[in-house]
């Protein structure tokens, strides 16, 4: 089983309790039949099954909103442990520092005597995320993505390469997506005018690397944000993107190992 730290919350559990008797009663009796015929033919099983870990969440957030009271309280039902909340209640001048101070907090947190170099690591932004899969199938599911590479890092991806430029390396030499060629229709990874500026890149396969979210073993997630903020400092205050830096970080690894 993993072993997750968190303390039992009297209120939250409360307030969940609240709301799963109004759901009882609020959705009708065959809607919880139809649920109980659901196959479970591809759910994890025992070969799957995870191994007897620590894992610590990280949710870099410097203040409370909708958004995230939303990964909070859909971590507490999935039994994700207590968060780590980076930089939280610290004020920046530009949201752009903000996020680039991203790095300096997670580092930190990452080089502390609690976190053993083989304690699995999630990162999910405190504004854009939110978990639908229980801690124990996300991390099973991680496992079987390592592929017999237990230092294996995996970031989110993001359908569009920003804010770097497009021509840099961190975008040009990005990985091809894993999903079928046409799987967006005849248009998939095209710029239409048939789309508006909002969802002129929904057609487009994810490849780039996303900051918001990523999961790994704490020693390999320390080597990268570790020269991500080597990177930050050797270029002072003109660095305003977490993403930016991570991407290059990214693309020098590939460009070593996997290229």
Known sequence: MLRTRHPVFIVGAITLLGWLVF?????????????????????????????????????????????????LFSALINDYPSPYLVNYGKKYDDPAIARAQKIAGLNEYLLKSTVS????????????????LPLDVMVSRYRLAQQNDTSRTIF????????????????????LSSLPDGVYGPDTDQLTIYRDQKAKYDNFRPRWLNSGTAIGPASSLHAIYEEAWRRIEDKQSTVKSDQRILADVWETVWSIFWS
């Open 23 to 71: 759901l009882y009663h609020a959705i009708p009796e065959h809607a919880f039949s139809a649920l109980q015929s659901v196959d479970t033919s591809t759910a994890v099983t025992d070969d799957t099954a995870v191994t007897d870990e620590t894992v610590h969440l990280l949710i870099p957030a410097t203040e409370p909103n909708n958004q995230f009271c939303r990964v």
């Open 117 to 132: 170099r083989n304690d699995t690591i999630i990162i999910a932004d405190g504004f854009d995320v939110w978990f639908q």
């Open 156 to 175: 989110g991806a993001d359908k569009k390469c920003w804010p770097n430029d497009p021509n840099s390396p961190a975008c040009t030499r990005a990985p």
